[in-house]
């Protein structure tokens, strides 16, 4: 029939982006006749799956995502890291995918097709195992916009298969360091060189000089890793009878600066802070496996913080961990929902998130087709169509069925439904949505966005009353 020749053609850009291999029957029903037909799509305007979530009542392995089992068993590993001197100018191949912006620490899975990547990887393998990654999108008449601002990512795992004389590869790779993009050039065989500025981290003091400083240097602080102070207020002095040295606190009157503006700028009260946020959140935000350094902790809140393409960029171009945790603290505290990013329709809430995986509320998973998904877990969502027939196939979450989830209103791909497969699995449903399909609506937005409606209100107004 024409219309499904027409059908197929609109949805072919779709399957392969998200991973349906050409399979329309995996997400349009039988009876589907246009885009917003009731018979092709089950639409959620308000959805509890179940209710909140309690930890006591997961019994899901939350170590399996973190393993990506579904790129296949045996794989290769790697051991050792490869370090560059901060400050330093490398040249590295660069890799480039859209909605993805890759922050150190954390994990990249990679399914790689086209001949020129698979060679420019292996190439990388028998060097250093370090390349490039950099965030792109599509410009005017389809040209790539790269964002100035990449990671490096290390190669720790990786399998070669061949099928029917086409070499694959899948890969798993870590973020490891910042750097910033300073020459760009192509080489014959296509493949995309930079030489970047590898970025360092600035650790600074969490007093000002001069001040407080003196002080701690008389009563001989000691410092911890990072060059941090571990509790800004407080300074050794002598041992106690377990042989440990003892701490009390430095009277506020030793300094020009009362105490709490110390805090403002003590990573560690920062790192409590935001802590307390995330936790007001969600009951069921597992924070008890983050990193505990500061620097780490930093990188930590911005891989699972539903931020944006802009804000995560905003956030890894700052050098200062310290620095980053205030923009971050800021960030959590004004989070309120998180809406599609094409039409601004509300989704989620922040209250709705939770951790489906060790590593936290939001995971990097790759398609059999090759389109990496930056993925967070929901257990609630509102405004959300439903759009095919629920398959196990290729899971990111073992024992989970997965179900196209499209935004109701302008029909944009949010990301998936899960549905347990597993009797006794809970739990039993939730929704894995893309980083890139959401906005996060901050409380200055809602700001402007309410003093911009009452000046066109007064605007209007004053003009009625003109003739």
């Not at 370090?83 to 150190?104: A, F, K």
């Not at 990097?364 to 929901?378: D, I, K, Q, R, S």
């Amino acid at each position: 029939m024409a219309d499904e020749s027409s059908d197929e053609e609109q949805y072919e850009d779709l399957n392969v982006q998200n991973g349906y291999d050409g399979e329309l029957e995996l997400y349009l029903r039988g009876d589907y006749e246009s885009d917003t037909s009731e018979s092709a799509a089950e639409i959620v305007q308000d959805s509890d799956e179940g209710g909140a979530l309690d930890e006591c009542t997961m019994n899901f392995d939350q170590s399996l995502p973190t393993r990506h089992q579904y790129l296949g068993e045996e794989m290769d590993e790697f051991s050792g890291r490869t370090y560059h001197e901060p400050g330093t100018h490398i040249t590295l191949p660069l890799l480039m995918l859209p909605e993805l912006v890759l922050v150190p620490g954390q994990t990249l899975p990679l399914h790689l097709f086209q001949p020129q990547s698979v060679s420019m990887m292996k190439n990388i393998i028998e060097k250093d195992r370090t390349f490039g990654l950099v965030n792109a999108r599509y410009g005017i008449n389809q040209s790539q916009l790269l964002a100035a601002i990449g990671t490096t990512a290390e190669i720790f795992s990786m399998k070669e298969e061949s099928d029917a004389g086409i070499n694959t590869l899948r890969i798993k790779a870590t973020g490891r360091q910042r750097f910033r993009i300073k020459e760009l050039r192509r080489q014959v065989d296509g493949i995309l060189l930079a030489t970047v500025h590898v970025l360092p981290e600035v650790n600074l003091p969490s007093h000002p000089e001069g001040a407080l400083w003196s002080c701690y240097h008389k009563f001989g602080c000691q410092a911890t890793t990072h060059g941090y102070l571990a509790k800004p207020h407080q300074v050794t002095s002598g041992k106690n009878r377990l042989g440990k040295k003892k701490c009390h606190k430095v009277p506020t009157s030793l300094s020009s600066w009362p105490s709490w503006v110390y805090e403002l700028y003590n990573p560690f009260v920062l790192m409590d802070l935001i802590k307390k946020e995330l936790k007001s959140w969600s009951e069921t935000l597992r924070i008890d496996n983050i990193p505990q350094s500061p620097i780490d902790f930093s990188f930590w809140v911005a891989a699972n913080m539903p931020l944006d393409d802009s804000l995560r960029l905003q956030i890894l171009g700052i050098n200062c961990p310290t620095q980053r945790l205030r923009k971050e603290l800021e960030i959590v505290r004004k989070c309120s929902v998180l809406c599609c990013s094409s039409c601004d329709t509300k989704i989620v809430g922040k209250s709705d998130l939770f951790s489906m995986s060790l590593d936290g509320p939001l995971g990097a998973y790759v398609n059999p087709n090759g389109w990496v998904h930056e993925t967070l877990t929901f257990y609630r969502a509102s405004g959300i169509r439903l759009r095919g027939k629920p398959t196990a196939q290729n899971s990111w979450f073992p024992g989970y069925a997965w179900t196209i989830a499209e935004c109701a209103q302008c029909a944009d791909h949010l990301g998936w439904r899960f549905t347990a497969v597993k009797k006794g699995l809970s739990p039993s449903k939730f929704w894995g949505l893309t980083r890139a399909s959401l906005r996060p609506t901050l409380k200055y937005d809602e700001q402007e966005e309410t003093s911009e409606k009452h000046t066109r209100a007064s605007s209007s107004s004053s003009t009625s009353s003109f003739p």
